[in-house]
């Protein structure tokens, strides 16, 4: 990744993965969502969620990082740090 990108460039950027890759409504995706519970993801999809987001930002989510991430601004937070 070669720009910095802003939180809300991240959370767009999430927002269009979850939405195409997930069928997830739009209406759903807020900061505050819980990605398990509100979103109805399973851990394969957090998965394939992390290998996503990776290509996004050419950087790993740690595992330990990972197991942090509850809400969709966890999501922003942790690639926002990373980058």
Not at 1 to 12: C, L, P, Q, T, V
Request: contains cysteine; glycine residues 2%.
């Amino acid at each position: 990744m070669d720009k910095k990108y802003s939180k809300e460039e991240i959370f767009k950027e999430v927002c269009k993965i979850l939405e195409e890759e997930f069928e997830i409504d739009k209406s759903k995706l807020k900061l505050d969502a819980d990605l398990f519970q509100d979103l109805e993801l399973d851990s394969i999809d957090a998965v394939d969620m992390a290998v996503r987001l990776h290509q996004y930002i050419g950087k790993r989510l740690s595992p330990e990082m990972f197991k942090s991430i509850k809400t969709l601004n966890d999501v922003v937070e942790a690639i926002y740090s990373l980058i």
